[in-house]
């Protein structure tokens, strides 16, 4: 009967892995049964409570970058066109968007092309972001693991009483 109803009907392609991701989350959350997992999983939550400011700040970062490197490749751009370049190519938002992404995990790409202007703040944000926000979050993370150390007790009996 069901069959019959559901004949011919598809989910997008996209569901599948959101359904999947969160399974994911609903075994993670079945592990706290367990002593030795619960610790870890408390620790991931609370660490991933603590650093909500810090992305924040660490996405405000990744996207002034790609706007201004937008900006600056649509400038570069409309010069080349209207100076007869037919092999110019035009970039878009989201390449900009990984590419500073791609940057803030330390990889650097290929910067041989870029101007003066754009090489400057390339400079600056690929010191700001990989070495000084990561190390932040690094520190962030440090913090959060101390204090769930210090009440591992208190967490622990706070973890099971959840599961009631």
């Known amino acids: 009967m069901l069959s019959e109803v559901l004949d011919g009907f598809e989910l997008p392609d996209y569901v599948a892995p959101i359904l999947f991701l969160l399974m994911w989350f609903k ?92 090489f400057v703040i390339f400079v600056m944000f690929s010191f700001l972001v990989p070495l000084v926000l990561m190390n932040m979050l690094i520190a962030i993370m440090s913090d959060s693991y101390a204090r769930v150390q210090t009440n591992a007790v208190a967490a622990d009996a706070k973890a099971l009483a959840e599961m009631l």
């Open 27 to 118: 075994i993670l959350s079945y592990l706290t049964v367990f002593k030795p997992t619960r610790y870890l999983i408390k620790m991931i939550f609370e660490i991933i409570n603590d650093i909500r400011t810090f992305l924040i700040i660490l996405f405000t970062a990744l996207f002034a970058y790609a706007q201004i490197c937008y900006v600056i490749d649509k400038s570069n751009y409309e010069i080349a066109v209207a100076g007869g370049d037919e092999e110019a190519t035009a970039t878009s938002i989201e390449s900009e968007i990984r590419s500073s992404y791609t940057l803030s995990l330390g990889e650097l790409g290929e910067f041989g092309d870029f101007d003066q202007l754009k």
